[in-house]
């Protein structure tokens, strides 16, 4: 019923920028929810942003200032900017939704930030 494809990971330095997008097949304003989380290697995946159908917004505490989350209601998709990336933002990034209290995934894009 709903698809999530995410795209823009990337291999980037330290202190750059890198722009992830979600697409989705059905409105974002449908959703309860949508956002980002991430899982490092061996480590347990985080929620990382999400923006609620009113419009409001969360973020962890670890990228309040560096990351924006938006959404763009024309073209079904929702969109995450990081900026000044650090090496312990590495991880696999997971579009994320939620609708009539089930959750949905995208497939996952790497982010890879060297120092």
């Known amino acids: 019923q709903v698809q999530l494809v995410e795209s823009g990971g990337g291999l980037v330095q330290a202190g750059g920028s890198l722009r992830l997008s979600c697409a989705a097949s059905r409105s974002i304003l449908s959703f309860n929810n949508v956002g980002w989380y991430r899982q490092a290697p061996g480590k347990q995946r985080e929620l990382v942003a999400v923006i609620t159908s009113a419009g409001s917004t969360n973020y962890a505490d670890s990228v309040k200032g560096r990351f924006t989350i938006s959404r763009h209601v024309a073209v079904n998709t929702v969109n995450l900017q990081m900026n000044s990336l650090k090496p312990e933002d590495t991880a696999v990034y997971y579009c994320?939704?939620?609708?009539?209290?089930?959750?949905?995934w995208g497939q996952g894009t790497q982010v890879t930030v060297s120092s």
């Open positions: 994320y939704a939620q609708l009539y209290g089930d959750d949905y």
